[in-house]
C-alpha cells in the first residue's frame, strides 16, 4: 500500500505541465491597442498644448480684476476691465506666448 502511494506521487512528477500558447493575432491586437493608446494621448498633449493652453492664457491675461471698494449700502464686490495692450502684451511673454 505504501509502495503505490509513491508510485502515485512518482508519477504525478514526472508528467509534463501543458504548455501555455499563444496566438500571434493576440499579440498583434495587443500593440496595436498600445499604438492607439498611444497614438491618441500624444495627439490630445498636442491639442492640448497648442490649442487650449494658448486660448486660456490670451482670455486669461485679456481681463484683470479689480475691486469696488464697500460703501455703507453696498458690499465689497470685484469688477472686472479690460486691460491694456501694453499690460496685455506684458502678461502673454510673462506666460511663455
Known amino acids: 500500500m505504501i ?3 509513491l508510485d502515485n506521487s512518482k508519477t504525478a512528477f514526472t ?3 501543458p ?3 499563444r496566438s500571434l493575432k493576440g499579440v498583434r491586437w495587443d500593440r496595436r491597442i498600445l499604438y492607439v493608446l ?3 494621448i500624444l495627439l490630445g498633449s498636442a ?3 497648442y490649442e487650449i493652453r494658448p486660448a486660456k492664457i490670451r482670455h486669461d ?3 484683470r480684476k479689480g475691486i469696488i471698494w464697500a460703501t455703507p449700502n453696498q458690499p465689497t464686490r470685484d469688477r472686472w476691465d479690460k486691460t491694456s ?3 496685455y502684451k ?3 511673454r510673462d506666460h511663455g506666448l
Do not use: A
Open 15 to 17: 508528467e509534463t505541465p
Open 47 to 49: 491639442f492640448y498644448w
Open 3 to 5: 509502495e503505490e502511494n
Open 61 to 63: 491675461c485679456s481681463w
Open 19 to 21: 504548455k501555455i500558447t
Open 85 to 87: 495692450e501694453d499690460q
Open 38 to 40: 498611444l497614438l491618441v
Open 90 to 92: 506684458f502678461c502673454l
